[in-house]
């Protein structure tokens, strides 16, 4: 998987939608790491970031490049047999919900000490390192602060121009340049809220069959702030 196949579900259908994948100084590092797992170390990594940095899309995408299971941390079994779920390539995501739960969390110890016998790789998501999930097993918390890193950061400018830029034209929106630079440093800084401003901007556009307006952005960002309170 190199960053050029990367894609992003960028489109308004997520089941149709399959724009391209923006690198940027925020996920560059992150997008070689996961082009790079035939050399992690022991074959296990950790994807840290916060809420719509896109850690769940490069995910998504690597364990369709190596046929990964996909699992949430809080659904991880309890008890019971792990061998069938560490036979083939793991992502376990949002792992630090499990956290706290003695049950879930021996369940991601048993399953990294199977991953390590069987030799598949283990790609585990989180918006925060292990060291402040509030883990309750030590073993796990060893193993997992010993774990390889690596981090995305939130979307800068750039990346979220070209999002904002992509995710209007697969709307058919033409848009003017000067709209997206004045919701760049006004904007929450993410992908998810990209979508839901472009989102938003279609319905009002479409309610008054006019096109996209820096009045119509403030409008929405306002309505956004309202509810934020």
């Known amino acids: 998987m190199t960053a050029r196949q990367l894609t992003f579900d960028l489109g308004h259908d997520p089941a149709l939608g399959r724009g391209a994948f923006f690198v940027g100084p925020s996920n560059a590092v992150a997008v070689a790491a996961l082009d790079g797992w035939e050399g992690w170390p022991n074959r296990r990594m950790l994807l840290v970031g916060p809420a719509g940095s896109g850690k769940t899309h490069l995910a998504a995408i690597w364990a369709g490049d190596v046929g990964a299971r996909r699992i949430e941390g809080f659904t991880l079994p309890v008890q019971g047999d792990l061998t069938g779920l560490a036979s083939g390539p793991v992502v376990v995501e949002n792992a630090e919900d499990l956290a706290g739960e003695r049950g879930r969390e021996s369940g991601l110890f048993h399953l990294w ?19 402040d999930w509030g883990l309750v097993l030590p073993d796990l918390a060893s193993r ?16 979220l121009s070209a999002v904002l830029v992509k ?19 006004r904007m929450d800084r993410s992908i998810a809220a990209a979508r839901d401003i472009v989102g938003r901007l279609d319905q009002l556009s479409l ?23």
């Open 167 to 185: 995710l209007f034209a697969d709307r058919q929106l033409a848009v003017d340049p000067t709209v997206v630079a004045w919701l760049l440093p």
């Open 113 to 131: 000490n199977l991953m390590g016998e069987t030799g598949q790789p283990l790609l585990i998501t989180a918006a925060l390192p292990p060291r």
């Open 207 to 229: 309610q008054r069959r006019a096109p996209v307006s820096r009045g119509m952005a403030a409008e929405i960002l306002d309505f956004s702030s309202a509810q934020a309170d």
């Open 144 to 159: 997992l602060l010993s774990a390889p890193v690596t981090r995305l950061e939130p979307p800068d400018d750039g990346l």
